[in-house]
């Protein structure tokens, strides 16, 4: 339901742009990443109905957040990248408040795609 696009590799300072595809309606979308060893971490949260965008520390004034409701796509823009963010980046969605959604916290995202790599080298 959810079908990331976009990752690869590129060198530190480089950019690269996510997409997710979804085929369902819901209230809250987001990016999140796990590197090897660590955690899955929320980096970017956005509200679907009034684009609020929420940012973790560690990307915010480099990433960028979007949807496209009318072909329900979500985005990451990703400049000035960095080793530190090599990791797997997942997309998920959720039917959640806008509370909720700034949260960025996994476990209330009921839906997940399956994740695309990207290396800074």
């Known amino acids: 339901q959810l079908v990331e696009s976009g990752g690869g590799s590129v060198q530190a300072g480089g950019s690269l742009t996510l997409s997710c595809a979804s085929s369902k309606a819901t209230s809250c979308m987001g990016w999140f990443r796990q590197a090897p060893g660590k955690v899955r971490e929320g980096i970017a949260t956005?509200?679907?109905?009034?684009?609020?965008?929420y940012y973790s520390d560690s990307v915010k004034g480099r990433f960028t957040i979007s949807h496209d409701n009318a072909n329900r796509t979500l985005y990451l823009q990703m400049n000035s990248l960095n080793p530190e963010d090599t990791a797997m980046y997942y997309c998920a969605a959720s039917y959640i408040s806008e509370r909720v959604c700034a949260e960025k916290a996994e476990d209330r995202f009921g839906y997940w795609g399956r994740g695309t790599q990207v290396t800074v080298s």
């Open positions: 956005i509200t679907i109905l009034g684009g609020t965008t």
